[in-house]
């Protein structure tokens, strides 16, 4: 594979280079978690890759579609068990992977141990060529029972609920804007991924709530279809109301947090000109005064006076499940009356403010992932975040090319070029 272009020229002047490294070497200091080797096999356009990595920031560019995200990708992987860029584990299996098995393994240093993380996905059905078709390879067969996931915690076998959180992880993406113009899904699964890497319990309770969401919705339609006893609702309404208690007092801690450190985000970005609030909006009535063990009571009464619409749509109607976020600037929603910059704007200072809320509360500097961010943002806010990237212990960024990276950010760089799932260090950093 030729790979002649890799671009060694610099682009010129970069009028806010001053901001740069304000002390010798921002990678100094308390080393938290971050991850040393990322090994791949058969994953995504990865046939097999060993990567080591270490403290400051890595960066890898190259065309589209060569493979920069799905590094990033892994790394996510190791840290959430899932993928932010698939609609299902099996998509990240290599398509002409002769034992249709994707493998990522990871080893992290963390502040009291070292820990391997290893995730291994099965596709026993991938899609056939117009070749494999008339082969006589088939769709690898695997028992019933057996798990399309395996999950591998220093070489034993564990639980999703084990790995989730034992490196955690904060991606900016250019779908981040989504967070405020996108659904009201986009926003609940914000939420989701921060609370569920900080908090074990968070995770459990969210997991059992959507299946008891989803068992209840199943037993909505056979009452209404009159099939069921409406009376057998009050056992899924009493799991429902303790589950749901949980995951709605974590979400609003996690929004107060949020915003303690957005609006002093929001304000630097816009030049102070800019005050920004972010309001949960649950999908029932929530009083402040509510004590926790108070709450499931009057979720439970709202429960009974929606009872009858529930049956006759035959879903759940309340719940966490339908909760939003607001996000208010100025006093206006951003959502409805946002301009494109102040949503980006927002955007940035949420997931700002989501790394910080991640350190707080685990003491843990989670490692960074930047996916191509830099090419959606203007000059101002560009700066901003690249300010913020280089005061971080570990950094992974992913872009088209070197153009608007400030030299002096470039030599401190591992700078990798990446072609058709194959990488080649550049300049290691110094």
């Not at 493979?67 to 068990?81: D, M, P, Q, V, W």
């Not at 076998?157 to 904060?170: A, E, L, R, S, Y």
């Not at 569920?196 to 009452?223: G, M, W």
């Amino acid at each position: 594979m030729d790979r002649g272009h890799r671009r060694r020229s610099l682009t010129p002047p970069f009028p806010w280079s001053r901001y740069l490294y304000d002390r010798p070497n921002h990678f100094c200091g308390r080393v938290h978690v971050h991850l040393s080797r990322l090994s791949l096999s058969e994953f995504r356009n990865y046939q097999q890759l060993e990567l080591t990595l270490g403290r400051g920031l890595f960066l890898f560019y190259g065309d589209n579609a060569q493979g920069k995200t799905n590094l990033l990708e892994a790394a996510a992987l190791l840290a959430t068990a899932s993928s932010f860029h698939a609609g299902s584990d099996r998509e990240v299996v290599n398509w002409y992977a002769p034992d249709h098995i994707a493998r990522v393994t990871g080893d992290v240093k963390r502040r009291s141990d070292d820990i391997e993380i290893e995730v291994v996905i099965f596709d026993p059905t991938p899609p056939l060529t117009a070749t494999d078709a008339s082969s006589s390879q088939h769709p690898l067969e695997l028992p019933a029972n057996t798990p399309r996931k395996r999950l591998k915690l220093n070489t034993l076998p564990k639980k999703t609920m084990d790995i989730i959180g034992q490196m955690k992880v904060v991606l900016f993406a250019p779908t981040d804007l989504h967070i405020v113009d996108g659904s009201p899904d986009e926003r609940r699964r914000f939420l989701d991924r921060a609370l569920c890497q900080v908090q074990p319990r968070y995770c459990q309770a969210l997991v059992r709530y959507r299946k008891i969401v989803t068992q209840r919705s199943a037993l909505l339609k056979r009452v209404r279809d009159l099939q069921e006893d409406p009376v057998m609702l009050d056992y899924l309404d009493e799991q429902l109301t303790t589950l749901a208690n949980l995951v709605i007092y974590e979400r609003q801690r996690m929004i107060a947090a949020l915003n303690e450190y957005a609006p002093d985000f929001q304000k630097a970005i816009s030049g102070g000109h800019e005050q920004l609030q972010i309001v949960y909006r649950p999908s029932f009535k929530v009083d402040a005064a509510w004590s926790l063990p108070e709450a499931p009571e009057h979720y439970r009464e709202q429960l009974r006076a929606a009872r009858k619409k529930e049956i006759m749509q035959g879903v759940c109607l309340l719940g966490p499940h339908r909760d939003d976020l607001e996000f208010q600037v100025n006093d206006v929603n951003m959502l409805t009356y946002g301009s494109r910059g102040q949503q980006r704007t927002t955007a940035l200072s949420t997931k700002l403010a989501e790394l910080a809320f991640m350190r707080a509360s685990t003491g843990d500097e989670p490692v960074l992932l930047l996916d191509d961010v830099f090419s959606e943002l203007d000059s101002t806010r560009r700066e901003y975040l690249l300010r913020q990237v280089l005061q971080h212990e570990q950094v992974l960024l992913t872009a088209t090319d070197l153009t608007g990276f400030p030299p002096e950010m470039l030599e401190q760089a591992h700078t990798y070029h990446v072609v058709d799932g194959h990488i080649q260090l550049l300049s290691p950093s110094t």
